[in-house]
Each structure stands twice: as structure tokens, then as C-alpha cells.
């Protein structure tokens, strides 16, 4: 399983309760959409992660921001993942982002709110939101699997046979949003 958080805005560590560490715990990857805030919180995240793909947000301390890139790049189950915090010029922007990165998927924080647009044609975009500090917002983090995956729940939608399926949850466990990727 891949785990997305973002948004974490913590001080000593990160934040995780319920079903989102459990998520943490559980995942092969974890992908973190930036603003950790602090370098403990980055370090806690680290040390729960068998793998962690990391980006900075606007909230992080030089010390965090000294750590990590603005923006990655990688692969889970062959389909590629573009990750930024943000990028100016919202949806648009974050798509071209995607395809300036050949990924069908990209995942995005900053607004602490969780989203998913997966057009017809184009990327993909994943916004998690905050499991720590919704502001407001539902508070959230997404999980995803392979295709067809014999581990992916029944409300991953796990019939199509390639890409990802993915549930944006509740550290509660419920579901916010269900959602598919295509390889390409």
C-alpha cells in the first residue's frame, strides 16, 4: 500500500492517529506533501516509513526546507507520481506540473482540504488534506494499491486490473473519496 499524508503543521512529532498511522505504519511508501514544520516531525515520519518520498511546503523551517526538494518524482506499481506542496495557478498548473513529469498522477497539499480530480484525460490530482490540522476541513489521508490488488479494501472500487485505486479517509477510517488511476 502507498500512503499520502500532507500538511502536518506539528512540532515534535507527526501527528498520526487511528487509521492514518495505521496507514503510515502499514505502507510500502509513504508520500508527505510538505510542510512537516519542523525537522522532529520529518525525522518521526522517517522512522515510521520502510520508504518516504518527501517534499517541502511554505511552512517548514530552513531546517526542513535544507532537507528536502520542492518537488519529486516517483514510481509505485510501475504508475509515476509527481509531488509538489503547491504550485501557483491551482488545478491547471498542478496538471501541467504532472505531465511536465510524465506522471498520471499527481499529489499536492497546501490547502489542507482533501480533493481528488481524476479527469478523463490528463493527471490525475490527489490533495489528501491535513490528518493533524484540517482547519476546517475534514481532516484526511489517502491510500492506494495496485490494480486488482488482492490487499486493496472493496471500497478501493479494486475491479480494474491496472493502475492504482485509492480511498481518501478519515483518521476514523471513512471514506471521503474513492478514486481510480490509469497507468498512463
Partial sequence: MLAVCSDTHGTDDARLTGRTREAVDAADLVIHAGDFTTPAVLDDFRDRADR??????????????????PAATTTYAGVRIAVTHTERGGTTALSLFGRQRGAPLVVSGHTHRPTVDAPEAGPALLNPGSHADPRGNRP?????????????????????????????????????????????
Fill in 140 to 184: 484526511g489521508h489517502a491510500e492506494l494499491w495496485p490494480a486488482g490488488s488482492d490487499d486493496a479494501p472493496r471500497e478501493a472500487d479494486a475491479d480494474v486490473e491496472t493502475g492504482l485505486v485509492g480511498v481518501v479517509r478519515t483518521p476514523d477510517g471513512g471514506v471521503i473519496h474513492r478514486f481510480r488511476v490509469p497507468p498512463v
Fill in 52 to 69: 518516504l518520498v518527501a517534499v517541502h511546503g511554505n511552512a517548514d523551517t530552513a531546517a526542513v526546507r535544507e532537507r528536502l526538494p
